[in-house]
């Protein structure tokens, strides 16, 4: 499937601000912390928190019932009606948690420990971003799902 313009756009505004909230980030926790890299564990554990949250959110909004049909002469919106998106999807997924985590930056940092002799500490950030990332993608993700399984149904039939 090709892209479209509005598709681009999606990705193009998301990774842009992705991006740069990293940067700001990495340059404020280098300035901060003594060993600057940790900031990028957090990252991408809460990049992967927000990922999980988005795909849970996407994934529980398919399983809701349909909302009440209530005639108006007035068109309404509902969100959760409108998810999954795939345009928000591009946005929020790929562009922005896609470009505020980095894996290379982490590849690089492990190099940077090991060639330092950080035995301990490159072990800990390998596990707290490895481990720390899965989890917290799961809890997004199992949670979205739990939430709009519990209260999915009201939110879908409130309109704005």
Do not use: W
Request: net charge positive; glycine share 10%.
């Amino acid at each position: 499937m090709i892209p479209t313009a509005l598709d681009i756009a999606a990705l193009t505004v998301g990774a842009s601000f992705g991006a740069t909230t990293r940067h700001v980030i990495s340059q404020h926790a280098t300035k901060s912390q003594a060993f600057g890299a940790l900031h990028i564990a957090k990252i991408n554990i809460i990049g992967s928190l927000l990922l999980g949250t988005l795909a849970g959110v996407n994934k529980g909004a398919t399983m809701l019932p349909p909302p009440a049909v209530v005639p108006s002469a007035v068109p309404k919106f509902s969100l959760i009606q409108s998810l999954p998106n795939p345009r928000l999807t591009l946005l929020l997924g790929v562009g922005f948690c896609g470009s505020l985590t980095t894996f290379s930056t982490f590849s690089l940092d492990m190099i940077k420990l090991l060639e330092a002799a950080e035995y301990t500490t490159c072990l800990r950030y390998f596990a707290l971003n490895n481990v720390g990332g899965a989890a917290a993608a799961g809890i997004g993700y199992f949670g979205a799902m739990k939430l709009l399984k519990r209260y999915g149904a009201a939110i879908a039939s409130k309109k704005v």
